[in-house]
């Protein structure tokens, strides 16, 4: 057995989201749902965790987001 055998994927429980578009002109809580996963600028990389409420909000923009596993 490995050492991290008995984790849940190490660290498979972070995502990292990238805002490659503008969130101007977005309709407000499209904007609200980038500013709340911490991404300011275009180009701003950010590492959330993986949990239900960062999926639905990476959902609401996600055509202004590049997201990856980690």
Known sequence: M????GKKGGTAD???VTLVKSR?????NIAASVRGLG???RQQ???VANTPENRGM?????HLLK???L
């Open 45 to 47: 990389s950010v590492t």
């Open 58 to 62: 990476i959902a609401k923009a996600g």
């Open 24 to 28: 101007h002109g977005q309709l407000a």
């Open 2 to 5: 490995s050492a991290g055998a």
């Open 39 to 41: 991404l300011r600028r």
């Open 14 to 16: 972070q995502l990292r």
């Open 67 to 69: 997201v990856e596993g």
